[in-house]
């Protein structure tokens, strides 16, 4: 039995959701918002990306985007997943265009792998989860509007 966890946050951004959506998407700044990635490389971008992730806790996946719609929405699942506790999981994110700025929410998924050790893992997992989620979105936010 596998254990899936599930967070959702949003922030407001004084800038606008093409603002909000290229500095978020830009894998190649990806480290300077969110410390949760450690490395990314893209595999490629069309129609829709493939980007090949290394990330703290020892996971290493592959996010294949199932939507990329600029500037309002994208959504990934996780493919080729290396981890001890990691089976899978997946994001979508929202951009919404608001007076004076972007209303940007994450969905963010986990998917813990089945053991009855495991289980024990999990409020770790969702703490830590909604914990990095909540910093890198902070983070992402103080850039953008420090660059206004």
């Not at 969110?34 to 592959?62: F, I, M, N, W, Y």
């Not at 999981?89 to 940007?104: H, L, P």
């Amino acid at each position: 039995m596998t254990h899936k966890i599930t967070v959702t946050e949003s922030v407001v951004v004084r800038r606008r959701p093409e603002d909000v959506w290229d500095f978020t998407q830009d894998y190649a700044r990806r480290h300077e918002w969110d410390s949760s990635v450690l490395e990314a490389t893209v595999l490629h971008r069309d129609p829709v990306p493939r980007v090949r992730v290394r990330c703290t806790g020892g996971l290493k996946a592959v996010f294949q985007y199932r939507q990329f719609d600029r500037p309002s929405r994208t959504s990934l699942w996780m493919e080729e997943v290396q981890s001890v506790i990691v089976a899978g999981g997946g994001d979508s994110w929202s951009y919404v265009n608001m007076d004076g700025g972007t209303s940007w929410t994450q969905t963010n998924t986990v998917v813990v792998k089945p053991g009855w050790w495991r289980r024990l893992l999990v409020p770790l997992v969702r703490r830590q989860l909604l914990l990095s989620t909540r910093r890198a979105m902070e983070s992402a936010r103080q850039k953008l509007e420090a660059d206004e």
